[in-house]
């Protein structure tokens, strides 16, 4: 699949799902994109296949799934952002494949999933959910039983990353002490202290939070087994990825009287949609916090993404860089000059395009001014800035290349 692309602005379709930030079509218009479509909600099957063969640059969230069978009905488009910290709801190979960026937001609702995590440590902590529940009901359950500070306690952070580190600033200033566990070495945030592993962490900690991304190594990470080596009394959370945790067995170790409580955010099998049944075996089970994955989901948190990723996808559509997009070579790249023309190259990973690209240049009798070049083991990614004295097939002849998978021309 060969394409070549030359879009002025007003011509590109930037579509926007399931009612992204409006701060996001802000900053395209701002940025001089004109053609800006804005949807409340996601689209599935022909919706979705007639939307994508019409955009340039999609916009999504959780619930709009771009397959391998969704991303074969797209002509034009040349840019996927995701408007979120996860990316597993597109099929990132095959959009490598076809010299599609896609960018993400990694680190935007980092505050918001921290500050959840203090409030159902809390909440936890002085049975809130369940009093709460029986004052509904009429039920007035005024009792200190079972109900304690969490100063003094210990949390134990397990993924010491953006958002663990976050959570370790803010349960420190609650007074409580911090161990954490991450595969990697991390600077300790305060007075938090490092384990060596998992199995050091979990007898010491009265609070278990969960950081980590979804990969093999952490699918069902927190098993019947690693509940069973926590303190009895103790409270688990998962605000990280319903892969993690074997929802069962913290069923049956809530039901045992092993742990106290648990606070989750995140399941294996989630609803497509707000009308459609939530169903786990955790439902009516004493001081469990259920929520419907919203730890991110705050109005600070949207307004952030939608900047962040549309700046993203702005600088790709403008200038060609790539840096923080999570399946493609990674450019950072300045400005092209006042006189200069950039051109961009999408082939296949394979030896002797490099020199069959200059070739082509040479013969044209192009100037390079500037030349950058980044791969991953699949995909190379080639930035081309020339001075504007070059011939008018000079793309089609790029175009040409064997292994090219699509170049472009940013006017």
Known sequence: MTKTLSYPKEKIHVLLLEGIHTTAAER???????????????LQGEDLHAAIAKAHVIGVRSRTHLTEEVLSHARRL?????????TNQVHLETAAKMGIPVFNAPHSNTRSVAELVLAETVMLYRGLGDKNSAAHQGQWAKSAKGSHEVRGKT???????????????LAEAFGMR??????EPKLPMGNAQQVDSLAELL??????????????????????????AMKPGSHLINASRGSVVDIEALAHSIKSGHLAGAAVDVYPVEPKNNQEPFVSALRGLPNVILTPHIGGSTLEAQQNIGLEVAHKLI?????????GAVNFPALSLARPAEKAHRL????????????ELNRVLADAEANILAQHLQTTREVGYVVLDIDRNYPDDLVKRLSEIEGTIRSRILL
């Open 155 to 169: 949390i134990g952070i397990v993924g010491y990353g953006h958002i663990g580190s976050q959570v370790s600033i």
């Open 28 to 42: 395209f218009e701002k940025a001089g994109y004109t053609h800006v479509e804005r949807l409340t909600t996601s």
């Open 203 to 228: 007898p010491q900690v009265d609070v278990l939070t969960l950081h980590v991304p979804a990969d093999p190594s952490t699918e069902r990470m927190v098993t019947a087994e690693v509940m069973a």
């Open 178 to 183: 911090v161990l954490y566990y991450d595969v």
């Open 344 to 355: 961009l190259h999408v082939h296949r990973n394979r030896p002797g395009v490099l020199g």
């Open 78 to 86: 040349f840019a996927i952002g995701c408007f979120c910290i996860g």
């Open 315 to 323: 600088e790709y559509s403008d200038q060609g860089a790539t840096l």
